[in-house]
């Protein structure tokens, strides 16, 4: 999937003019936690977010700090503080040169901006004109979506077999033969034995991430290499069964 088949058409934007009072309501009216900022031309300039309005001289959460940290710190980077803090205009708040894609951006790379950079949104462009908005509610909604249409096409338990089989052996941490599936009207039972007892969840994440898989069901036995103990699946309360002689 791609950033077109996510995005939001409808961008709620605010004029880079506009008041910081005025990009607040839209952001409570609309239920959204940031702003594309645009230019009189209709140019993207920047983003403003309720990041940018949390500290702010109204609500006297302004940062206050003492006099020889102040001096430290520079009297550019008060001025430019005072300025975040006090200024009237979206221009004087928001974030300045926002990151961006466009409609053809994959959603793997869009979540390795948004991580990296550490932001919620990316506007969408065709050009110097924005079409969209990628939210990390888009790739929510994209996810509930491809669960709704994976439920559609169930395969047969065999077919199901095979396919849990196949990630498995697929994943670099993978017991191999050590461990067997057993499919039942979807329910998928893991059978078999691991070493480390960090790979009983992997492998139940594996089957569940698997379509067509209703239930997981854990048989696994996991044996503590030191000392030879042996412990049995959680639906057994994993107590030792089995101690060193």
């Known amino acids: 999937m791609k950033a077109v088949d996510v995005m939001t058409r409808n961008v709620v934007s605010v004029k880079l003019d506009s008041s910081v009072f005025e990009a607040a309501q839209r ?4 239920r959204i936690s940031g702003l594309p900022v645009l230019d009189a031309s209709g140019k993207l300039v920047g983003v403003v977010t309720e990041g940018d309005l949390l500290r702010r001289a109204e609500t006297a959460t302004e940062r206050h700090r003492p006099s020889w940290l102040e001096f430290f710190l520079g009297q550019g980077r008060l001025a430019t503080e005072y300025v975040r803090t006090h200024g009237r205009k979206v221009g004087d708040v928001m974030t300045p040169g926002p990151e961006t894609i466009v409609e053809e951006t994959p959603l793997d790379e869009i979540v390795t901006v948004m991580e990296q950079k550490r932001i919620k949104r990316l506007p969408v462009m065709r050009g110097d004109k924005m079409v969209g908005i990628v939210s990390r509610a888009n790739l929510v909604q994209a996810l509930a979506t491809l669960a709704r249409e994976t439920a559609d096409t169930l395969p047969s338990d065999a077919a199901l077999r095979e396919l849990v089989l196949a990630e498995i052996d697929k994943q670099s ?46 048989h696994i036995v996991s044996v503590e290499p030191m000392s030879g103990m042996v412990f049995e699946a959680p639906d057994q309360e994993r107590q030792p069964i089995a101690k060193p002689g």
């Open 27 to 30: 952001m409570i009216l609309n």
């Open 173 to 218: 941490w993978s017991p191999g033969l050590l461990i067997n599936v057993i499919v039942r009207d979807g329910v998928v039972e893991l059978w078999g034995t691991i070493l480390d007892e960090r790979k009983r969840q992997a492998l139940r994440v594996v089957a569940e991430n698997v379509p067509g898989t209703r239930q997981v069901k854990d």
